[in-house]
């Protein structure tokens, strides 16, 4: 079902976007999703809420509506057991060790199964997204190419945990990888796409100042001294406890308070043991926070002096696109997706530890002038190059690009 603005509730739709992209652009997806309309597409991950996949996929899916094609999201469902090891096989694909015993793969497997009867993926196209619902591609009978969207940082997996699920990713028709750093030794088509933003949504349109005001007061936010702020799920690749002793280094130097704002995703087991270590460290100004009001998440972006995604594995940061579009200064961790992200110097700092970081956020604390600079040159890399029709562009490529049903045709080159 195409969409179409006599809907009750208007939904978002491609020309919106013509003010930040150029009629041009739009008028080039409309073209490319022509031949797709009615397209029966799903999309399927392990969570409705929480973390950047459940974040994109939401406007992703409309967005896919709004073009013509009949997009579906499904998320799948397990036990504790289950969500236990995923979440150390996504720990161990970023490069942790894993002792994946046969009980616990049967777990997955038996779970994931359980997931192919309850979701019939008879779709024209399939993206399964990350490792929790990898193996459900052996229980369904395609119809269409499947394709394995994977975000996280591929570099350097685990390599008894690579071997284990190889061969279930050799079942997809293609992979999607954020970038070329993370392509391994496999037999099908690879094709690197980074993850995008929907500038519409609650947590990135505008906000007034007495807006971003009311958010902070609600929740209590001092905000007499300049504010470092990190947004990230309580996980210890997102190094809380790195960005609390860069903080304080930096605090010695320039007064400033340090904002984390956290929360859960249902996928992932180990956040609450994060944010109750993160919790030990707060004091007036060091205020730690686990929120679901993405108002705040905007707000915080928007007044923060300076936000800091200290993160020491990162497939990509959608925060750190989130901060950039508003204009806010970015501090990053030198790793994965970050570093395509963030050009150093230009339009925010990459840091490879936590003196680095500190003496950055001291330097953007007393200097408005770069501050304004940064901010400047980082809305516009998230003009040109992240928002979220350069995403579904990349999708209605690969879409159209399967020929014969399967076989892959080399797919156009967008800049990004
Ligand atoms: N997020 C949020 N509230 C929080 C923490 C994070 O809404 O308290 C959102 C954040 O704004 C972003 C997403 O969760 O949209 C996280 O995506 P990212 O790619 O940065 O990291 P991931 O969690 O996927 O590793």
Request: aromatic letters at 8%.
């Amino acid at each position: 079902m195409a969409t179409n603005s006599g809907d009750p509730y208007p939904l978002v739709q491609v020309e919106h976007y013509e003010r930040y992209v150029g009629a041009e652009v739009v008028e080039r997806i409309l073209e490319k999703a022509r031949p797709l309309q009615d397209l029966r597409v799903a999309h399927v991950n392990s969570t409705y809420y929480g973390g950047g996949v459940a974040e994109m996929l939401s406007p992703l899916t409309l967005l896919m509506n709004s073009v013509g094609m009949a997009t579906e999201w499904r998320a799948i469902q397990g036990p504790p057991d289950f969500f236990n090891i995923t979440k150390k096989m996504h720990n161990a694909l970023q490069g942790a060790d894993i002792h994946l015993t046969s009980m616990k793969a049967t777990i997955y497997e038996e779970v994931v199964f359980e997931n192919a009867v309850r979701n019939r993926l008879d779709h024209d196209r399939v993206v399964i997204h990350d490792p929790q619902p990898l193996p459900i591609v052996r229980h369904s009978r395609k119809r269409g190419p499947w394709i394995w969207r994977c975000h996280v940082d591929l570099s350097n997996p685990e390599p008894s945990l690579w071997a284990y699920l190889k061969p279930f990713v050799e079942q997809y028709d293609a992979t999607v990888l954020s970038i070329p750093e993370y392509a391994r030794e496999l037999s099908i088509p690879q094709v690197f796409f980074m993850p995008a933003i929907d500038p519409f949504s609650i947590k990135n349109r505008e906000m007034n100042e007495s807006e971003i005001e009311e958010r902070l007061q609600h929740h209590r936010i001092p905000t007499d001294l300049p504010l470092v702020v990190q947004v990230s799920r309580f996980d210890r690749w997102k190094d809380p406890e790195g960005v609390v002793a860069a903080w304080r280094l930096a605090r010695q130097e320039t007064p400033c308070t340090l904002v984390l704002l956290g929360n859960m995703a249902s996928d992932d087991p180990e956040g609450q043991k994060v944010y109750e270590q993160v919790m030990r460290h707060k004091d007036e100004r060091l205020i730690v926070l686990s929120r679901e009001d993405t108002s705040l998440v905007n707000a915080l972006q928007r007044r923060a002096a300076v936000v800091v995604q200290k993160s020491l594995r990162e497939g990509f940061g959608l925060t750190v696109a989130e901060a950039m579009w508003k204009g806010t200064p970015v501090i990053g961790g030198n790793v994965g997706g970050i570093r395509h992200q963030l050009e150093d110097g230009h339009n925010g700092f990459l840091v490879d530890s936590v003196d680095q970081c500190a003496q950055r956020i001291v330097q953007v604390l007393r200097n408005p002038k770069l501050r304004h600079q940064l901010g400047h040159h980082a809305h516009e890399t998230v003009r040109r190059r992240f928002l979220l029709t350069r995403y579904l562009e990349q999708y209605l490529d690969l879409f159209n690009a399967f020929e014969a049903r399967y076989h892959l045709r080399p797919l156009p080159h967008l800049t990004t």
